[in-house]
């Protein structure tokens, strides 16, 4: 029997999702809400995931507010857009977090930083904000940044084959990355886990 001490309340696990081009038809730089376009089957993954128990969190590098295309509040627009989506579905996101940084982008945002994948501040961030048992969570995305991300975090990476994920399966060694058509693919492999 497995028992917690009042002290110390059991992790979570957690599923990680990379947003432009894993979540939704990547874009290029989305900064207006209507151009965003969910892949098939995406709100039904995310319920399916809540539903068994894992907390789903968006990881989103947004360089362009570093580059100066569009402000962090058009960010949150998109992240308000999705929940509004997504509710009509029956579910939400847990949580999104951002990183507006890039070493090259104007100030205040032009920063080499730990939050960009594919270094794991934002997993860590979220991993202590929400109690997220790391080992036994999971980072779902289409960049080599998103794989890099989860590893560096003690995740587990899978990548999937939409958005830039075709290129990065090319630069990625088979062996060494689980490799999904889709999101929903992916979220069908965690559940069968569980």
Not at 2 to 24: Q, W, Y
Not at 102 to 113: A, D, K, S, V, W
């Amino acid at each position: 029997m497995k028992t917690v001490s009042a002290n110390r309340p059991e992790l979570r696990r957690a599923v990680f999702i990379d947003r432009d081009g894993t979540l939704h038809v990547e874009k290029g730089y989305l900064c207006h809400a209507e151009d965003l376009e969910f892949f098939p089957g995406v709100p039904q993954a995310i319920g399916q995931l809540r539903q068994a128990g894992f907390l789903v969190i968006v990881i989103t590098n947004q360089s362009g507010v570093a580059r100066g295309y569009f402000t962090l509040f058009e960010v949150n627009l998109v992240h308000r857009h999705i929940q509004a989506l997504l509710k009509r579905e029956g579910t939400t996101i847990d949580a999104f977090y951002v990183c507006p940084h890039h070493p090259e982008g104007i100030p205040p945002f032009r920063t080499t930083c730990l939050c960009r994948k594919g270094h794991p501040g934002m997993l860590l961030q979220a991993a202590a904000d929400f109690g997220i048992d790391l080992p036994n969570s999971f980072m779902i995305g289409d960049k080599t940044s998103d794989i890099e991300a989860g590893r560096n975090a003690g995740c587990r990476p899978l990548l999937v084959l939409t958005g830039y994920g075709e290129e990065t399966a090319r630069k990625i060694l088979p062996e060494n990355v689980l490799t999904f058509a889709d999101l929903p693919g992916a979220v069908e492999y965690i559940l069968s886990l569980s």
